[in-house]
């Protein structure tokens, strides 16, 4: 069988990395090979044009930003996500296409132009969407971090632009849209009984 596709979305602080977690020992259990990974990828995330609008707000051209962001994802996913995949290997993406979508529609840019510049983007067999109201973000980022970092963090709009884009613009018809406030346990099942369903449709199918 060929791999799954998953990508875990929520805003900053949303609980991703705790459920991927729990997601690769799920897979690791029942001896089936996975590849975690992360959109964008470190080569856009060290960019120092990318870096000098995430650390400071600064940003020459957003589309090119957008651009960049884009051709990102291609390199991602010709390179290491569609050989996963074809070699029997479940890749779960931190973030993917729909975060892309959600955080520069929020940033301004028109949501069409961005979805053109992706077109053709892999749709993944699971797309998770953690879903946490920004008030609590905002103290769960605190919390961890001892405070807020990146420069999008301490705009107090920004969080409920990006929720609202996720939710009204960007998502897949057939995402899993779960409430992120649930306890961490309570998410992890949630997703594993929506895998497994997937799982069996693509073993009947195939
Ligand atoms: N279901 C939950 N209920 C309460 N707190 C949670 C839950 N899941 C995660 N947390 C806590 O919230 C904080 C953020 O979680 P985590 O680091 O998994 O989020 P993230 O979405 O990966 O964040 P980032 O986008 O910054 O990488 C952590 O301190 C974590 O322990
Ligand atoms: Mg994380």
Not at 27 to 52: A, G
Not at 86 to 93: F, L, M, Q
Not at 109 to 122: F, P
Not at 154 to 182: H, Q, Y
């Amino acid at each position: 069988m060929k791999g799954l596709l998953i990508a875990v979305c929520g805003l900053d602080g949303s609980g991703k990395s705790t459920q991927i977690q729990k997601l690769e020992n799920w897979f690791r259990n029942q001896q089936l090979p996975t590849l975690l990974t992360k959109q964008p990828t470190d080569y856009y995330r060290q960019d120092l044009r990318v870096r000098e609008y995430l650390d400071n707000g600064q940003c020459g051209s957003m589309e090119a930003l957008a651009m960049l962001a884009a051709a990102d994802r291609i390199w991602h996913i010709k390179t290491l996500i569609e050989p996963s995949l074809k070699g029997g290997v479940s890749v779960i993406s931190d973030r993917y296409l729909f975060s892309s979508l959600a955080y520069f529609s929020a940033r301004g840019l028109d949501v069409q132009y961005v979805k053109q510049l992706n077109n053709g983007t892999l749709i993944p067999d699971l797309t998770v969407f953690l879903d946490v109201e920004p008030e609590i973000l905002l103290q769960r980022i605190s919390i961890r971090d001892g405070k807020t970092t990146k420069f999008e963090e301490r705009e107090p709009t920004m969080f409920t632009k990006v929720r609202e884009a996720f939710l009204n613009e960007v998502l897949p018809s057939n995402a899993l849209i779960i409430d992120g406030t649930l306890s961490e346990e309570e998410i992890h099942k949630i997703i594993i009984g929506e895998l497994n369903l997937i799982i069996k449709d693509k073993i009947i199918a195939t």
